[in-house]
């Protein structure tokens, strides 16, 4: 057993882009004894652990599982106990739609000592890299974040609720059960509302599309975008065409 404190660390990896992390995330992974870490963070940040430091990929790619949920739990109890300081590094923040309060409460019941560590959610920060604002004075007052599936495997009741309703909708883990989506949502006669899909944001990979409500099914299908991707429903999403024109005569003066 190492004489070190057995210790769990959650850290928020951020959306994508190596640099939208905090510093208190590189502390963190810097200060790690051991990093497990999930499919969806950037593998740049392992860069900033130190020398020796076991890395051991937890994630899932295209629905396969490396180790199953209580198996990750017995891990890093395990290796807390072993080696002493365990990084988890999970994409966006660990704490939307990520898994991160469970690890800490099975940690927790085995005497850890635990802290999280915050992270930009893809949520928040892959519409603004598409210059999409999630609220906007006389656009949108309120945004809702809501997972596509749910444990069972079924769409969100909560997505039928806010089809009803006038905020910005952000979709995580939504692509499988688009057409539900939509269905939903047409069913509110809002055919029309504008719809982004935003596949790998804020990475080099980044491929997008937009549509309307009625339309982003086909579009999905030209541009072959598939998870992981976020949706983002609501008439915010037209801000991006508003921003880009007024961008491009800011280019235009500039040039002149």
Request: hydrophobic fraction near 40%; aromatic fraction near 6%.
């Amino acid at each position: 057993m190492s004489l070190k404190t057995p210790k769990l660390t959650v850290v928020g990896a951020g959306p994508g882009d190596p640099e939208l992390i905090t510093l208190k995330a590189i502390k963190a992974i810097q200060a790690a004894d051991v990093i497990m870490y999930d499919a969806l963070i950037n593998e740049a940040l392992l860069e900033y652990a130190s020398a020796g430091v076991e890395k051991i990929f937890v994630g899932k790619r295209k629905g396969c599982y490396r180790y199953q949920q209580e198996q990750i739990n017995e891990i890093i109890v395990s290796r807390a106990n072993s080696d002493g300081h365990v990084v988890r590094l999970k994409g966006g923040d660990p704490y939307i739609f990520g898994r991160g309060s469970e690890e800490i409460e099975y940690a927790q019941q085995f005497g850890l000592e635990t802290a999280v560590v915050p992270g930009i959610s893809s949520a928040m920060a892959v519409p603004a890299y598409q210059g999409i604002p999630l609220t906007k004075r006389g656009a949108s007052e309120s945004f809702w974040v809501i997972t596509g599936t749910t444990k069972s495997h079924q769409i969100s009741t909560d997505v039928a609720l806010a089809a009803k309703s006038s905020a910005t909708i952000v979709i995580l883990m939504g692509m499988g059960k688009l057409d539900e989506i939509v269905a939903l949502f047409s069913a509110e006669n809002k055919q029309k509302i504008p719809v982004a899909i935003i596949q790998n944001g804020t990475t080099e990979s980044e491929k997008s599309g937009f549509g309307t409500i009625e339309t982003i099914s086909q579009i999905v299908k030209e541009k072959q975008l598939s998870s992981p991707a976020i949706i983002v429903i609501g008439k915010v999403v037209d801000q991006r065409n508003i921003l880009d024109k007024v961008q491009h005569q800011i280019q235009i003066k500039q040039a002149l």
